[in-house]
């Protein structure tokens, strides 16, 4: 069955780095996605990236992709306080990225 | 263009009680998506629709029924309220087509419901 997991919580001070991981376990999946949650908001798309991709960069944000271990990454370059949201990965079995497995979504919390 | 959008935002029902919750895109969207969040599991599908007059189930479906009458609309209905459906409830939806860009997803703001 499909299984996506992320960590729940992870705290950074602002200007710093922050690297939010999700493993999956469903080798097949064809896109895999990172969606931002603000407090009282639906999900917004960030990012995503082709399983044939091992690495995407967008702006301050960098994608990486392991496939071999199943591991999904997502890099915040100089965190501000804005980035504070939950953030969520989420896989992809077809190519019209119709059905989406969640992970469980990692708090973000970014100390001034 | 107001995206997606859900109402009620909020709601408050007793056991056994019934509702319906409504979507309505203004994208031209074919493919729509009812998912419920709780805390620490995610999102998780609810039912889901390719197209006017089409349904299909999700991943949880018991417990609730769709109807996509409209292409614009895809309605959620519990017929009979349980405090296990105490969720967030999140609709979306997407082109449905494949290829890089065309099949994001748009969401929502959530309707809160509380079943006592």
């Known amino acids: 069955g499909e299984d996506v997991e992320q960590s729940l919580f992870l705290s950074v001070r602002e200007g710093d780095s922050s690297v939010i991981n999700c493993t999956y376990t469903?080798?097949?999946?064809?896109?895999l996605y990172w969606y931002k949650q603000e407090p009282g908001a639906g999900l917004q798309l960030l990012t995503y990236i082709f399983s044939n991709m091992d690495m995407k960069q967008d702006q301050r944000l960098t994608v990486l992709l392991n496939k071999k271990d199943k591991h999904l990454s997502l890099r915040i370059a100089d965190t501000q306080t804005g980035d504070s949201a939950i953030y969520f990965c989420?896989?992809?079995?077809?190519?019209?990225?119709?059905?989406?497995?969640f992970g469980g979504g990692t708090r973000l919390m970014v100390k001034p | 263009n107001a995206g997606v959008t859900q109402t009620p935002k909020f709601r408050v029902l007793k056991t056994g009680q019934s509702m319906t919750l409504l979507c309505a895109q203004d994208m031209n969207h074919e493919y729509m998506y009812w998912y419920r969040q709780d805390p620490g599991l995610g999102l998780r599908l609810i039912h889901y629709s390719v197209g006017e007059g089409t349904t299909a189930k999700g991943e949880v479906p018991d417990g609730y029924n769709v109807s996509r009458l409209k292409k614009q609309n895809f309605l959620l209905g519990l017929e009979s309220a349980a405090p296990s459906q105490t969720s967030v409830y999140f609709c979306a939806s997407s082109l449905g087509l494949a290829g890089a860009g065309r099949h994001e997803q748009y969401f929502g703001p959530g309707t809160r419901l509380t079943v006592t």
């Open positions: 989420a896989e992809s079995l077809n190519n019209a990225g119709n059905m989406l497995t």
């Open positions: 469903d080798s097949s999946s064809t896109y």
